[in-house]
Each structure stands twice: as C-alpha cells, then as structure tokens.
C-alpha cells in the first residue's frame, strides 16, 4: 500500500529540514519504506478537507491504506512497530526506546517551543530583551540533564533508536540559538543523527522544494 | 511482579491530582492492576538515585521486575500495550488512540505549560498582565481546534482509550483558570473523565497523601 505524507507547500524554514515532515521522512528512509508527499498550502491547512485529516490544521499527516494518522510522534512510532530497525527486539529495550521519543516531545520539546514563541511572536514586545534569558534558562536547566545522562554514549540508550530520531529532531531546533554549543556532547549527538544516510536522504528531500533540484541523496 | 511508581512527597498542587502521578494511577486502575508508591521529596528527585531512574529528576517512574521506565506518556502507552481496556483491538483504532496520545501531551500541553510558567514562575513580572492573553490565546486556539473535532462525541474516536486518560488530564490542568468554560462539550468531557471510577479512585489515592484519611474509592 502506498504511504502517502502532507508537508508545507512552503516551509516556514525555506528547507533547513525543521518542518515536522522531516521527522516522518527521516523515519521512512531509516526503515526503507519509499512514500509519495502531497503538499499543502497554508490556507489549505485551515480547511475541512485537512482538518478531517489532522483537527489541528497542521502537517504531517500518513496514508496508508484506510488508515490516517497525524501528530508526528504517532507516525513515528506505527513506523517503528511495524518496521524493523528504529526500536530494538527485546520488551524492555523497545520501551525504553518509546520512553525516550515520548521524553524528546514532552519534556524537552516544550520549553524550546516557548524559546520559539518568544522570538517568533514576541520578539516585538517590549519585555522581549529582558524575559529572554528566563526563556533560555529554561531550556538549559533540560539540556544539562540530558547532557548528563548521554554522557560519552553515541546514543541515548544502545543502538539508535527511534527516541534518538525524535531527540535529535527537536535538537536541531535549537541549532540557529548558539545554545546547543554550551552542550559539546548533545553537538555531536546531533551531528551523528544528521550524518546518517536516512537523514540525509529525508533532509534532501524536503529540501528539494525549495531549490527544485531532484534529492541526489 | 510488582509494579512500583513514584510520586511526590509533598504535590506542588496539595493534592488536586494534577500531578503527573495521577494519570499513572489512572491508568492502573483502568486495566485494574495494583501498584505500590514510592514517595520522593524535591531535594531527593534531584539527587542521583533518582536520577538514575529518571534523568529530569521529575516523577512519576514505573518499575516492574527489571524494567524502569520514566515519562508519563510512555509509562502509560506499556500500560496499555500489556493489559486489556485502554486500547481498542484494530491495529488502526488503536494507532488512532495512539495518536490522541501524543497529540495530548506534544499539541495540547505545550501551550498549557506556557500558561502555567507564565503564572507560576512570571506572575510577578512586570510583562505578566499584558503578556498573559498572548499565552491564553495560544490555549484557545487549541482548545477551539480540539472541541470542534469532539463535537458531541463522549470520546475523541469510539470507546474510551489511553488517547482521552491523557487529553482529560492535560485539560485539568486548565481548571482553576476557567478558560475551559468557554468549550462546553471539553467542560463535559473532562466531567465524563473524571466520573469514571477508576479516574476516582487514582484521585482518591493521591489524595489520601495529603488528608492523611485511606482512600474510601
């Protein structure tokens, strides 16, 4: 059955790969699964045909049969279930994998969104200067501790995995602050998860929209 | 086996079951399986013991034999995966509550979060009273998208799952602001949550930390 993903008809980044598709595309290309993408415009994701699709007017969605599916975290993981090579073989291996996507989206991920808010929609206020470095706090006081936990590992818990692909993901967010610099062991961690083939074809991919050059991967 | 969560010592919330324990113990007394607590205090969370099982220094954590699991999302998804009645039996339903899942905690809480920091860590700033209806609207703009898709649902797709235990307890957390009267079918659906016996007898669990009375169920 042909798996078929939405992404930004234009992407907010103009192709630096943040846009969530990336996540899914990354995912995708690790287990070897080709997919078609249908791009949406902006005013398009407002409307009942993609809201039915994902009810809060966002991208990714995943076709697949008469299966539909939104939210990335979700994709992910039904790729990862069905497909061998993002989670390992054994029970509590593989949970331990899931803990650490579920950890990426909801403990590390929200204060970066707030980091994001603050520039992107209140970068204009004027409290922006002097409530920034509270902001940034924030998203340290999470770096710090998963930065101990990595340590001098490759990756977050054995063979990359899954929660890697996800941690990674919402890493590469920070990329354009300088924060992840204070952080050498997460640097390279981002570094290997963008040195891999899967994510270079997936990052090719979506930027291919942009430069409108085919993916030479 | 055993299964064994942690819990604070002292919840921030005195007991209001909005601590992430509480969805834990929700989902326990859903598939009806016993659980022992561990209580932690703040300075032990952040010792390393407890690190060592949860890397944030947050509860709750899950073990069981020799599995150790932290991140709420991910404690109750092997909740759900190991025992009958949190998820339906369709592979796709069951993606789908999956789904709800993850949009829970990665599309819905996120903005939540935002509106918590900007009243607990920033209510006494001087940017607080303008700066608070940017952050509300941030929640109603999802709260908007999510009772639309519920309509006059009971549940978000079929029966009850693990998707609603978690979305019922992020919207929760918006009680004491009374934004979610705005959203009557949302307002009747988290009532629908918290009347299910199961969800009574967690938050009778945790209360009785605080009241010092055993819960009654």
């Keep these: 059955m042909t798996i078929t993903i939405t992404a930004f008809e234009r992407s907010p980044d103009g192709g630096k790969g943040l846009a969530r598709d990336t996540r899914v595309r990354w995912a995708l290309e690790e287990v070897g699964q080709a997919y078609a ?7 398009a994701m407002k409307e009942a045909a993609h809201l039915a699709l994902h009810p809060f007017g966002q991208i990714p969605t995943y076709e697949e049969g008469d299966l539909a599916l939104f939210e990335t975290g979700a994709i992910v993981l039904h790729i990862a279930e069905r497909h061998a090579g993002l989670l390992p073989d054994g029970a509590n291996a593989r949970a331990r994998g899931i803990t650490w996507m579920f950890a990426a989206l909801n403990t590390v991920e929200p204060p970066i969104l707030e980091l ?7 970068g204009d206020k004027p409290w922006s200067k002097e409530r920034m470095p509270l902001v940034e706090d924030r998203v340290r006081n999470r770096l710090k501790q998963l930065s101990a936990r990595l340590g001098d590992a490759d990756w977050l818990d054995g063979a990359f995995s899954a929660g890697d ?3 990674v993901s919402v890493l590469l967010r920070l990329r354009s602050s300088g924060i992840l610099d204070g952080y050498p062991n997460l640097s390279a961690y981002v570094a290997r998860g963008e040195a891999r083939p899967a994510y270079r074809r997936a990052f090719a991919a979506q930027l291919a929209l942009y430069t409108g050059k085919p993916p030479t991967g």
């Design 37 to 43: 993408v249908r791009l949406v415009s902006f005013r």
């Design 165 to 167: 692909l996800m941690m």
């Design 116 to 122: 994001a808010n603050a520039r992107l929609l209140e």
